[in-house]
């Protein structure tokens, strides 16, 4: 059964209002649709939140799609978890559907940011075919480009303290104590991704998948290669520029 919209008699003056406010910015923005990609570790979870904010588009990460279309029980979200129920991959045609499903919701009016999709060329080509039945094609590919060694360096540094999230780095962001929680004096973890050894078969994988699809948009002429090795304020300014030309 699909969710009901809320009662808008039930919504506050405030919530209203600031809603107002946001489409009426958002009125006069571009259009954009665009696909992020990058390795663990490159900054898009950080960037992603302030492209979305800054142009007004929805965020579509597929993982959440699916979860989100299967607890839902849409048509596709059955589908998808028949498959997941046989311990099968999601087709690539079942994914782009969910895509399509979520592209034409109010809050992705002005476009979208994917992100994890797509992994493949195939995929690529799948998604390319859905856009442009919609009359509308992907307008940049941001590649988060950042050395293997410097993501060496951000992830293997990073540790945890688990019941606040609160997270440091050896390097960048020390504890006043190392190994130890500022606040709490608790000993910080390690998550188990962030291990050289996880990290070199993540990125192994991550080249050898999305190499070919950065190559096949960049024929179409709309990758932006980024210098995600830079600090966090130097990468969204060159994102801005790259998405006001």
């Given at each position: 059964?699909?969710?009901?919209?809320?009662?808008?008699?039930?919504?506050?003056?405030?919530?209203?209002?600031?809603?107002?406010?946001r489409?009426?910015?958002?009125?006069?923005?571009?259009?954009?649709?665009?696909?992020?990609?990058?390795?663990?570790?490159?900054?898009?979870?950080?960037?992603?939140?302030?492209?979305k904010?800054?142009?007004?588009?929805?965020?579509?990460?597929?993982?959440?799609?699916?979860?989100?279309?299967?607890?839902?029980?849409?048509?596709?979200?059955?589908?998808?978890?028949?498959?997941?129920?046989?311990?099968?991959?999601?087709s690539?045609?079942?994914?782009?559907?969910?895509?399509?499903?979520?592209?034409?919701?109010?809050?992705?009016?002005?476009?979208?940011?994917?992100?994890?999709?797509?992994?493949?060329?195939?995929?690529?080509?799948?998604?390319?075919?859905?856009?442009?039945?919609?009359?509308?094609?992907?307008?940049?590919?941001?590649?988060?480009a950042?050395?293997?060694?410097?993501?060496?360096?951000?992830?293997?540094?990073?540790?945890?303290?688990?019941?606040?999230?609160?997270?440091?780095?050896?390097?960048?962001?020390?504890?006043?104590?190392?190994?130890?929680?500022?606040?709490?004096?608790?000993?910080?973890?390690?998550?188990?991704?962030?291990?050289?050894?996880?990290?070199?078969?993540?990125?192994?994988?991550?080249?050898?998948?999305?190499?070919?699809?950065?190559?096949?948009?960049?024929?179409?002429?709309?990758v932006?290669?980024?210098?995600?090795?830079?600090?966090?304020?130097?990468?969204?300014?060159?994102?801005?520029?790259?998405?006001?030309?």
């Amino acid at each position: 059964m699909a969710a009901t919209a809320p009662n808008l008699e039930d919504v506050t003056s405030v919530d209203l209002l600031s809603e107002l406010l946001r489409r009426f910015k958002c009125s006069s923005k571009p259009d954009k649709r665009l696909i992020l990609i990058g390795p663990p570790g490159s900054g898009k979870g950080t960037q992603s939140p302030l492209i979305k904010e800054e142009y007004c588009l929805c965020h579509l990460a597929t993982g959440d799609m699916l979860r989100a279309a299967v607890a839902a029980k849409t048509p596709l979200g059955v589908k998808a978890k028949e498959a997941m129920d046989k311990g099968e991959l999601v087709s690539d045609d079942l994914v782009v559907g969910i895509i399509d499903e979520a592209v034409k919701k109010p809050s992705c009016q002005k476009g979208f940011i994917l992100d994890g999709f797509p992994r493949t060329v195939v995929q690529a080509q799948k998604l390319d075919e859905m856009l442009q039945k919609q009359g509308v094609k992907i307008d940049k590919v941001l590649n988060f480009a950042v050395d293997d060694a410097i993501l060496e360096e951000r992830i293997t540094g990073r540790w945890m303290h688990p019941s606040s999230g609160r997270s440091y780095h050896t390097k960048f962001a020390p504890p006043k104590v190392p190994g130890t929680d500022d606040v709490t004096g608790e000993p910080l973890i390690q998550r188990k991704d962030d291990t050289a050894a996880v990290l070199k078969s993540r990125l192994e994988a991550f080249h050898k998948q999305t190499e070919p699809v950065i190559n096949y948009y960049a024929k179409k002429n709309v990758v932006a290669n980024l210098h995600a090795e830079k600090p966090p304020k130097e990468v969204s300014a060159e994102v801005e520029k790259v998405l006001s030309s």
